[in-house]
């Protein structure tokens, strides 16, 4: 069957009430972004509950397809014949040709449930039920009708034009990019950031991103792997603008100054501190994290209160009751797993003390800054007025 239209279905926008036409709008402009740069060119359009992608030219099925699973707020996508109200007759006679041109193999089971969306067709829901399967049964007498558990469900929507399709191909699910505002990923090279990051913008919101590099001790290939992970998950989210700290000063700084048994807990709050002023920098509303409790010393819940401590914005962690496993697999599911586990480390692993604190108490940490005292706040305007900007497309 050569497909010249699509059926894109959403569901959670379809509860929104007065705002719905906001998200439908913005799952629209998502569809459209992504097919533009697709051969075939393709009309989006709306109308009363539908959203319908229609090609003006030859296109890539497979390619297609790919494209609007990943689009968030899609739940299912659906190739269809489209045609126009040109009787009853002629319905029957596109069944029968979509029937024939679709299923090679005919020796199935069917059932077809129609939807008579124009009140003014002749023909009610339940007639055309009855004679569409009549017509099958008659071209076709080696399928059956079962309207129990049937191979194929043909379904007929008859709206302004008529809708006929029988496969619905899953969607990625969630809310359009760009309906729920603007947040900041913490972006390393590891599996759980991603996911994340992945996790978030599936509810709609836009994602900016901060990753912290270490040079000399991390590589121009350890940067090069997260702008790799920004890229992957950017298929999903749409562009990421990715800051790149220059974390290395401050480390050593922290690491010269600061009990080592604090160190990992100190340089996160330093993390969070330059990501949150870099969020609002550019209108983020919160902070991303990859953290899951206990998966590491700080992620206790003590240090995630410490840690949160210094933060005004909200800091969401998706993953925090995770476990490891649950993690690989949406990484693996998203394609970002194979360049999460290249072996290039991130400035997080290079200054790790042998027996990190597990319970920091917050008084104690805010003493062992103070050392910091006379250098600190100059090297983090530094390190923010010195970042990389990365477009990630």
């Known amino acids: 069957m050569n497909y010249r239209s699509f059926l894109i279905k959403y569901a959670e926008i379809g509860v929104k009430g007065k705002n719905r036409y906001l998200f439908e709008d913005a ?20 109308e009363a509950g539908r959203i319908y992608a229609e090609a003006s030219e030859a296109f890539d099925f497979d390619e297609v397809v790919n494209a609007l699973q990943h689009v968030f707020g899609i ?10 109200d040109n009787g009853y007759e002629d319905l029957k006679a596109q069944v029968v040709r ?32 009855r004679d569409l399967g009549e017509v099958i049964l008659n071209a076709y007498p080696e399928t059956r009708v079962d309207v129990h558990n049937p191979d194929v469900l043909l379904r007929v929507e008859v709206r302004h034009k008529i809708n006929i399709f029988s496969e619905t191909i899953p969607g990625p699910g969630g809310m359009p990019i760009g309906t729920a505002g603007k947040a900041m990923l913490l972006l390393s090279g590891g599996i759980d950031s991603p996911v994340a990051g992945y996790m978030v913008a599936k509810r ?12 000399p001790y991390t590589s121009e290939r350890a940067k090069q792997k997260v702008v ?19 974390f290395t000063d401050i480390q050593l700084y922290i690491y010269d100054q600061c009990p080592h048994d604090e160190l990992t807990i100190i340089m996160r709050r330093y993390m969070m501190r330059i990501a949150e002023a870099i969020a609002k920098e ?18 206790t819940l ?15 962690r998706p993953l925090i009751a995770f476990d490891k496993q649950d993690i690989v697999d949406i990484s693996l599911k998203i394609d970002t797993y194979e360049t999460s586990v290249l072996p290039y480390e991130d400035c997080c692993t290079i200054f790790v003390a042998k027996h990190p604190v597990t319970k920091p ?14 250098k600190i706040d100059e090297m983090v305007k530094t390190a923010i007025e010195t970042r990389e900007v990365i477009r990630c497309i």
């Not at 709609?204 to 040079?215: I, K, N, R």
């Not at 108490?361 to 006379?374: A, C, V």
């Open 98 to 129: 979509y029937i024939g041109e679709a299923y090679e193999n005919k020796n199935f089971t069917f059932k077809v449930v129609a939807r008579r969306g124009n009140k003014q067709y002749p023909v009610v829901s339940d007639q055309i039920n």
């Open 204 to 215: 709609g919101v836009t994602l900016e991103a901060t990753y912290f590099h270490a040079p």
């Open 282 to 299: 550019s209108d983020c509303l919160a902070l991303i994290t990859g953290e899951s409790i206990g998966q590491v010393a700080s992620q």
């Open 361 to 374: 108490n917050l008084k104690r940490i805010e003493m062992s800054e103070t050392k910091l005292s006379e």
């Open 302 to 316: 003590q240090s995630l209160g410490v840690t949160n401590a210094v933060c005004e914005l909200p800091v969401m």
């Open 228 to 246: 790799d992970l920004a890229k992957l998950v950017a298929k999903y989210t749409g562009p990421i603008k990715l800051n790149v700290v220059n």
């Open 75 to 84: 739940v299912g996508i659906c190739p269809m014949l489209q045609i126009e």
């Open 27 to 46: 799952l629209v402009k998502q569809i459209h972004h992504r097919l533009k740069r697709l051969e075939g060119g393709f009309t989006v359009t709306k």
